[in-house]
T-cell receptor
Framework: DAKTTQPPSMDCAEGRAANLPCNHSTISGNEYVYWYRQIHSQGPQYIIHGLKNNETNEMASLIITEDRKSSTLILPHATLRDTAVYYC?????????FGDGTTLTVKP | GAVVSQHPSRVICKSGTSVKIECRSL??????MFWYRQFPKQSLMLMATSNEGSKATYEQGVEKDKFLINHASLTLSTLTVTSAHPEDSSFYICSAITGGPNTGELFFGEGSRLTVL
């Protein structure tokens, strides 16, 4: 599976949009991009996924570049409860390799 | 939505004993499930792919005789840590994908924290 690269940490002000980038330059044509977040001592929580089109749900938006080599997760109005480690993974049929993720800290 | 459930969420055992962790897909069938291990302040590490009705596929460096995986039905995979030692203490997480490959959503269980004394 393709590996991903994310910045180790980011800060965001409460109420502002949080934009989390992810590079997946070796992604293959049949691999999807998934985003999860993990709060201490819990399993990863699904946020959103996509193949090549931009996606939006009640939690976030996912912007995938046209060449699919990178993507951005957007939390439109970050709250303190959004503080977590965010993982971007690419996967074919569910088998995934996790990188180190981005620790997002939302500050009041 | 689809849910993947693990049991137990926490288990403490004595060194040398075996511990079984269950992973269930609650409202969908999963021919394939995945097992991960996560040490404190580290990312998830894929241990093995659990295939319904056939042998599991283990990642390099994971001892198959140490971590026994059984996927006897379309909704249940079990991970048994045999002869557990303190270094096996970790957070074990399973995942499963709904529907066909890449047509569904990939969900993770809540995790099972194993502490070996």
């Amino acid at each position: 599976d393709a590996k991903t690269t994310q910045p180790p940490s980011m800060d965001c002000a409460e109420g502002r949009a949080a934009n989390l980038p992810c590079n997946h330059s070796t992604i293959s044509g049949n691999e999807y991009v998934y985003w999860y977040r993990q709060i201490h001592s819990q399993g990863p929580q699904y946020i959103i996924h996509g193949l090549k089109n931009n996606e939006t749900n009640e939690m976030a938006s996912l912007i995938i570049t046209e060449d699919r080599k990178s993507s951005t997760l957007i939390l439109p109005h970050a709250t303190l409860r959004d503080t977590a480690v965010y993982y971007c993974i690419v996967t074919n049929a569910g088998k995934s390799t996790f990188g180190d993720g981005t620790t997002l800290t939302v500050k009041p | 939505g689809a849910v993947v459930s693990q049991h137990p969420s926490r288990v403490i055992c004595k060194s040398g004993t075996s511990v079984k962790i269950e992973c269930r897909s609650l409202d969908f069938q999963a021919t394939t499930m995945f097992w991960y291990r996560q040490f404190p302040k580290q990312s998830l590490m894929l241990m093995a792919t659990s295939n319904e009705g056939s042998k599991a596929t283990y990642e390099q460096g994971v001892e198959k005789d140490k971590f026994l995986i059984n996927h006897a039905s379309l909704t249940l995979s079990t991970l048994t840590v045999t002869s557990a030692h303190p270094e096996d203490s970790s957070f074990y997480i399973c995942s499963a994908i709904t529907g066909g490959p890449n047509t569904g959503e990939l969900f993770f269980g809540e995790g099972s924290r194993l502490t070996v004394l």
